[in-house]
């Protein structure tokens, strides 16, 4: 096993197909997208970009496949089973029963016997060791050659059919008849497919987006028609099962005040740049940006896809601050100008410069110098999406601690690239896995953003003044061990990172916490080796496996010692590969988020008895100590 590559496969697991990262600094807002609308007759916006579902892809995808749901069942498929089987096995369930870790109105009980273990007495038709299986209304091939969606009312699904296939079973193509073009649009045959010719002003796939169909600010208000990702990826159905099974019921209604409901249009539901949405590539869910049009200056004419301005909880939120704390500022480096419109200067923060300079960095919302980081651990979430939980998808501020480490070769000019992840433990100090720090490199960390693509507002970013790996770092054929570091930030009398909403530091933890209990990891599953994962920062909830199966044979034997722990996930889709090299476990001790674990290293991704491994932070308390104590001025 190389151990260089040590999670190489965290995100390629979920990327079937992996797609190249796109450059840094594209811009945020797309402003300048008048050539969306088309100018006279012509086909809808990017007919044949990549994402869009023709005839041969839809039929050669696996979740298309014509399946007989009478022999087949409601089970799911037999490699998330097996999945799902094997890390149950793997986590014997540990700990107490308040809080009580039974979902959907489990009841915890103790385990006869057997000191300490839990069990959850599972209310019908749910299952799981923590009763977190549901019925499965949407086995695949129930909808034939389309996607199915969760509904509230018997038979709670239904069928989304793949233009051409038609209505109600998807199986059956008819091209053009009926229509499947709006606003008058024209069905052009093109031999098992079609094109629809758009009237002036409207596209899309269907001449479903009309000319007003834009967004302002960042879109919380948004409610057009556009349903497709920034690179063509058509959206999911937001009640579709490929988001649901993840944590939602699937018996409550799917509408709400934030935009969401049974289609699949782009939303911004939890105050993030923009309007976004899923998407599906293989077995993967992922998100991305919508290709949805900035609304020009206001002329007073109130744009189709908004909603108008009012008491309404949906309307846009104000921008965040663009002052800065009046304390020494950190040094940064210097991006391509991303400015917030000026507002009125908070009262309760300390008198705060301009920032005119061109190409500054604007820091939004900061804690007065006074308390800058007096706290850790706890997040506060913009705007937390409380309809779609079990991870994947990392509402702004919800991890603010995670940090983007980069690397570029020493005293060279290219552009930094993400190598590893790491987490923010003090002001000046970054927590991340020996692994990741390399002679004759250049570093700097980002943090305060989700996306590795884009310059946001909210990203701080410094230079790494001092690389600290553990003396005893040792890497063998089969482990690494010892496998921590430290990264000292460049900085003025002690400050580096400005404490914001979106930028925060983990609490270390305190003592041991015991198997079986829910923990996150985090990351953009991207490697220095490998250009391939997710631009945008993505999350998954893990359980700890008690460290005797861990070092059972037929898992990794003796090669682990008590610096590390295994941590794996019960159900099948997001599993324990999602987060990079150096990136965060946090779990929840007395309210508050600590870094438990450092990722590490695995044996591949997603195999049978081969969970993620990561570093113990409780075994390097002294010498985290030791460290950041005797480098303080």
């Known amino acids: 096993m190389n151990l260089k590559l040590l999670f190489v496969c965290l995100f390629l697991a979920a990327l079937v197909i992996p797609a190249e990262l796109k450059p840094r600094h594209k811009k945020l807002h797309h402003r300048d997208r008048h050539d969306h609308v088309q100018q006279g007759m012509g086909h809808g916006l990017g007919h044949h970009r990549r994402g869009k579902a023709k005839y041969d892809d839809i039929i050669k995808d696996v979740f298309f496949e014509i399946i007989d749901v009478v022999t087949g069942g409601d089970d799911d498929d037999e490699d998330e089973e097996s999945h799902a089987d094997w890390l149950s096995e793997l986590q014997e369930p540990e700990g107490r029963c308040n809080p009580n870790p039974c979902l959907n109105n489990g009841v915890c009980e103790e385990k006869k016997g057997k000191k300490g273990k839990i069990k959850c007495d599972c209310p019908r038709p749910f299952k799981g060791k923590r009763c977190e299986k549901g019925p499965k209304h949407c086995s695949r091939g129930r909808c034939g050659r389309g996607e199915c969606v969760l509904i509230s009312t018997p038979p709670f699904f239904e069928c ?69 990702t920034d690179d063509g990826h058509e959206c999911l159905y937001w009640n579709s099962h490929f988001i649901l099974e993840q944590g939602t019921d699937p018996f409550d209604s799917f509408e709400d005040k934030d935009g969401l409901g049974p289609h699949n249009f782009c939303r911004n539901p939890d105050g993030d740049a923009m309007p976004w949405c899923f998407f599906r590539r293989g077995r993967k869910l992922l998100w991305d940006y919508c290709d949805v049009t900035e609304c020009p200056e206001p002329t007073g004419v109130a744009p189709t896809g908004v909603v108008p301005p009012g008491p309404d909880p949906t309307a846009p939120k104000p921008q965040p601050t663009s002052s800065q704390p009046s304390t020494p500022q950190p040094t940064t480096v210097p991006k391509p ?59 702004p501020g919800s991890i603010p601690w995670q940090v983007s480490v980069q690397v570029r070769p020493q005293n060279s000019n290219l552009p930094f690239k993400h190598t590893c992840g790491g987490v923010l433990i003090e002001s000046c100090w970054v927590l991340t896995a020996g692994h990741c720090i390399e002679p004759n490199k250049d570093m700097e960390v980002a943090m305060g953003g989700l996306s590795l693509n884009m310059d946001e507002p909210t990203e701080q970013i410094l230079r790494v003044e001092e690389a600290i790996r553990h003396e005893n770092y040792r890497e063998t054929p089969s482990a690494v061990y010892n496998d921590i570091g430290l990264l000292r930030l460049n900085g003025t009398n002690g400050v580096c990172a400005i404490e914001t909403q979106f930028v925060k530091t983990a609490c270390l933890p305190d003592a041991q916490l015991p198997d079986g209990i829910e923990c996150k990891i985090s990351g953009w599953g991207v490697t220095e080796e490998f250009q391939y994962g997710s631009n945008h920062l993505l999350s998954a909830n893990v359980l700890l496996i ?65 969970p993620g491994v990561y570093t113990r932070v409780t075994t390097f308390l002294d010498w985290i100590k030791s460290k950041t104590q005797a480098a303080s001025p």
């Open 160 to 228: 989304k059919c793949k233009e051409p296939f038609q209505p109600p079973h998807c199986r059956t193509v008819s091209l053009c008849e009926p229509n499947p073009c709006k606003n008058n649009g024209t069905c052009v045959k093109d031999g098992n497919d079609f094109d629809c010719q758009c009237p002036l002003g409207y596209r899309g796939r269907f001449c479903h987006v009309g000319p007003d169909d834009c967004y302002v600010d960042d879109g919380e208000s948004y409610r057009g028609n556009v349903s497709e």
């Open 337 to 395: 100008a991303t400015t917030v419109p000026p507002t009125t200067e908070n009262p309760s923060q300390a008198p705060q410069p301009s920032s005119t300079t061109p190409g500054a960095s604007v820091i939004p919302s900061a804690t007065p110098p006074s308390q800058q980081f007096s706290t850790c651990g706890m997040a506060q979430p913009k705007k937390p999406i409380t309809r779609i939980l079990g991870g994947l998808k990392v509402s």
């Open 546 to 610: 008690n460290q005797e199966k861990c070092m059972e044979p037929v898992v990794y034997g003796a090669v682990l010692d008590n610096t590390m722990f295994c941590a794996g996930h019960l159900q099948g889709g997001v599993d324990s590969c999602q987060g990079d090299s150096g990136g965060p476990l946090t779990c929840k001790q007395n309210g508050t988020s600590v870094v438990y674990g450092i990722v590490s290293w695995g044996d591949q991704c997603g195999m049978k008895n081969k």
